[in-house]
Nanobody
Framework: QVQLVESGGGLVQAGGSLRLSCAAS??????????MGWFRQAPGKQREFVAA????????YYADSVKGRFTISRDYAKNTVSLQMNSLRSEDTAVYYC???????????????WGQGTQVTVSS
């Protein structure tokens, strides 16, 4: 069983930055096939993909809406995945979820384990 714990959410003004972290535990991850992703869900909207990375760092995926502003990274030795969010906009306001998958990429249904979520609020 994989446990995921997010941290780092909060309130920030538009144009500001936040860094989210996700601590993963429960089993040894494959550096190539196991993928960690970030998703977000705003009130009244469906959960949407934000970014994903495999543990070797060789595969990266970003939603078009965050390309150039968000950066996903991982520390395999510490089993942590981070999401650096810069130039935040009001439309980035959402609950952000960390997720783990054996072989997924950008689809929420490809992910088997989810964290509890952390709120990010961007004020304009």
């Amino acid at each position: 069983q994989v446990q995921l714990v997010e941290s780092g959410g909060g309130l920030v003004q538009a144009g500001g930055s936040l860094r989210l972290s996700c601590a993963a535990s429960g089993r040894t991850f494959s550096t190539y096939t196991d993928v960690m992703g970030w998703f977000r869900q705003a009130p009244g909207k469906q959960r949407e993909f934000v970014a994903a990375i495999n543990w070797s760092g060789g595969r990266l995926y970003y939603a078009d809406s965050v390309k150039g502003r968000f950066t996903i990274s991982r520390d395999y030795a510490k089993n942590t995945v981070s999401l650096q969010m810069n130039s935040l906009r009001s439309e980035d306001t959402a609950v952000y979820y960390c997720a783990a998958s054996r072989r997924g990429s950008t689809g929420a249904n490809e992910y088997d384990y989810w964290g509890q979520g952390t709120q990010v609020t961007v004020s304009s």
